[in-house]
């Protein structure tokens, strides 16, 4: 039975190459085209593959209704939280998890810092979009016509002297973001508040959400902050290959946003 399911499911990623014919189907399971006929019918029956006028087999669409259905009821907070505690438990800082909706980045997760000296900010709460490092990785990820269509509309507050200042420099630094796959804060919103931030992505290898860890220079440096840098992209990695149900592999590919560049 076990290799009956195995087979069967094997003409699934087959027949995401495109459309193919029992004779192909056969050849690439291995095995004689009645056999393969019979996982066909199987698959049709259930909606999962489709026979279309020509004789050929094509993905089904009840297989892309399941998907659908599955990634609307993925919960990033909850797939991400335990990794967010993980991490403050290794680094003690404030970490935070944001999600872009309707033209704003909201704050979805935090877990507080183990220092006295905290970070006013709170779940539900919009970030700063024009200096947040977390904002600054949802929006790079943005087609470049939507970015550019954003910055046009935004205001450009001058929070601190580092605060970013207008549409053009904003479009500089979303570019550099998205190129190296990482972002960070440091004294744009707060003076004495530093962040560096990493994307979480989806199996499409867009970004979903951005995770963050924040701290005070009372409590630490720019500089020593940003030697997590690494530990919080591991974190977020980890975080993306949960959501997009991907098992966890030294030769898989990392997604696009994540895998460039280096602090």
């Given at each position: 039975m076990s290799q009956t399911v195995d087979r069967a499911l094997s003409i699934l990623p087959l027949l995401a190459e495109g459309p193919a014919d029992l004779g192909r189907v056969a050849a690439r399971l291995g095995v004689h085209k009645s056999t393969?006929?019979?996982?066909?019918?199987?698959?049709?029956?259930?909606?999962?593959?489709?026979?279309?006028?020509?004789?050929?087999?094509?993905?089904g669409a009840r297989l892309f209704a399941l998907a659908q259905q599955a990634v609307e009821s993925l919960d990033i907070r909850e797939i991400a939280h335990p990794h967010l505690v993980?991490?403050?438990?290794?680094?003690?800082?404030?970490?935070?998890?944001?999600?872009?909706?309707?033209?704003e980045v909201l704050y979805i997760d935090k877990v507080e810092s183990r220092y006295p000296v905290r970070m006013y900010s709170r779940i539900g709460k919009p970030v700063a979009i024009t200096v947040a490092a977390v904002a600054k990785l949802l929006?790079?990820?943005?087609?470049?016509?939507?970015?550019?269509?954003l910055a046009e509309r935004l205001e450009f507050p001058l929070y601190t002297a580092r605060s970013i200042p207008n549409a053009a420099a904003f479009?500089?630094?979303?570019?550099?973001?998205?190129e190296q796959g990482w972002a960070t804060d440091l004294g744009g919103h707060e003076e004495s508040i530093n962040?560096?931030?990493?994307?979480?992505?989806?199996?499409?290898?867009?970004?979903?959400?951005a995770m963050?860890?924040?701290?005070?220079?009372?409590?630490?440096?720019a500089e020593e902050l940003l030697t997590l840098l690494p530990l919080v992209r591991r974190t977020?990695?980890?975080?993306?290959?949960?959501?997009?149900?991907?098992?966890?592999?030294?030769?898989?590919?990392?997604?696009?946003?994540?895998?460039k560049g280096t602090p």
């Open positions: 393969a006929l019979r996982l066909l019918r199987t698959l049709h029956e259930h909606g999962l593959v489709y026979r279309q006028s020509d004789q050929r087999y094509r993905l993980a991490l403050n438990e290794k680094c003690g800082h404030t970490v935070h998890l944001a999600v872009h909706e309707e033209h929006l790079a990820d943005l087609p470049e016509r939507e970015r550019r269509a479009l500089t630094e979303l570019a550099t973001v998205r962040c560096v931030a990493a994307p979480v992505t989806g199996a499409d290898g867009r970004v979903v959400a963050s860890v924040s701290a005070p220079n009372v409590v630490v440096s977020a990695d980890a975080i993306s290959l949960e959501y997009s149900g991907a098992a966890p592999a030294a030769t898989a590919p990392a997604a696009h946003t994540a895998s």
